[in-house]
């Protein structure tokens, strides 16, 4: 059974910076998982925030997000991060990241793709 679990939320002034952090642990190896980050505000659908592909590395973010916030991830320790900079009140949600098992080197941006969640993680920006 593939685990996937977040950290790293929090309460933070706007303009302030957070780094959520998501640990993959299960079977398979983490380099066959393609990940992204995804957003819930209250009273709203779950939002796409940023992807990362399997191999090469290749990022893609949502519009709202480009320039501010950094995916990233580290193999050795089943690790995928998500740097926000620059956050406003607008970022306030819950936050989860998601795993697609996948042999391609695709990122993925839509829910329906992935095929594991975590439990999500607070963070809420104050004016």
């Known amino acids: 059974q593939v685990q996937l679990v977040e950290s790293g939320g929090g309460l933070v002034q706007a303009g302030g910076s957070l780094r959520l952090s998501c640990t993959v642990s299960g079977h398979n190896t983490f380099n066959m998982y393609a990940m992204g980050w995804f957003r819930q505000a209250p009273g709203k659908e779950r939002e796409f925030v940023a992807a990362?592909?399997?191999?090469?590395?290749?990022?893609y973010y949502a519009d709202s997000v480009k320039g501010r916030f950094t995916i990233s991830k580290d193999n050795a320790k089943n690790t995928v991060y998500l740097q926000m900079d620059s956050l406003k009140p607008e970022d306030t949600a819950v936050y989860s990241c998601?795993?697609?098992?996948?042999?391609?080197?695709?990122?993925?941006?839509?829910?329906?793709?992935?095929?594991?969640w975590g439990q999500g993680t607070q963070v809420t920006v104050s004016s």
């Open positions: 990362i592909s399997r191999i090469y590395t290749i990022t």
């Open positions: 998601a795993a697609h098992y996948t042999y391609t080197g695709s990122y993925y941006y839509t829910t329906d793709e992935y095929d594991y």
